[in-house]
């Protein structure tokens, strides 16, 4: 039986058998190591694929609210710009009334003065308003 595997496996030595053994053992070694490799580079491009994906969705979304934030912007300006005309609008009534106010006043305290002078009755204690 030795002499019949003997023919089978050829006229190598036991060393040389070994050593093909262990050749091929680390062949395995590296084609396995190769392959785990190439699995991590496939699984690092998958995950960079949904990345990308996901950054240009992102960038997407934020052209839509940077275009929204500017529409909002501009509404907002142009309130701001009938605000203020109304705002001076009111300035401008509020400062008529004033001076009607204060000619109103002074009309109302050159009467009275003149009534005094002209001998009307005046108020007890002859004080005017505004020392009151």
Same mark, same amino acid.
């Given at each position: &039986?030795?002499?019949?595997?003997?023919?089978?496996?050829?006229?190598?030595?036991?060393?040389? +058998? +070994?050593?093909?053994?262990?050749? /091929?053992?680390?062949?395995?070694?590296? !084609? %396995?190591?190769?392959?785990? $490799?190439? $699995?991590?580079?496939?699984?690092?491009? %998958?995950?960079?694929?949904? /990345?990308? %994906?996901?950054?240009?969705?992102?960038?997407? +979304?934020?052209?839509?609210?940077?275009?929204?934030?500017?529409?909002?912007?501009?509404?907002?300006?142009?309130?701001? &710009?009938? $605000?203020?005309?109304? !705002?001076?609008?009111?300035?401008?009534?509020?400062?008529?009334? +004033?001076?009607?106010?204060?000619?109103?006043?002074?009309?109302?305290?050159?009467? *009275?003065?003149?009534? %005094?002078?002209?001998? *009307?009755?005046?108020?007890?204690?002859?004080?005017?308003? $505004?020392?009151?």
């Amino acid at each position: &039986m030795a002499e019949a595997e003997g023919r089978r496996l050829g006229k190598h030595s036991a060393a040389e +058998l +070994l050593g093909d053994w262990r050749a /091929a053992e680390r062949d395995v070694a590296a !084609a %396995q190591a190769n392959a785990d $490799s190439a $699995s991590l580079a496939e699984r690092a491009a %998958q995950v960079a694929r949904v /990345a990308a %994906q996901e950054t240009s969705d992102a960038a997407r +979304l934020s052209q839509v609210a940077a275009e929204r934030a500017s529409e909002a912007a501009n509404r907002t300006a142009e309130a701001a &710009m009938v $605000s203020a005309t109304a !705002a001076a609008g009111d300035r401008a009534d509020a400062d008529t009334a +004033l001076d009607d106010a204060q000619r109103a006043e002074t009309e109302a305290g050159d009467r *009275f003065r003149d009534a %005094q002078r002209l001998g *009307f009755p005046q108020p007890e204690g002859n004080v005017e308003p $505004s020392q009151a």
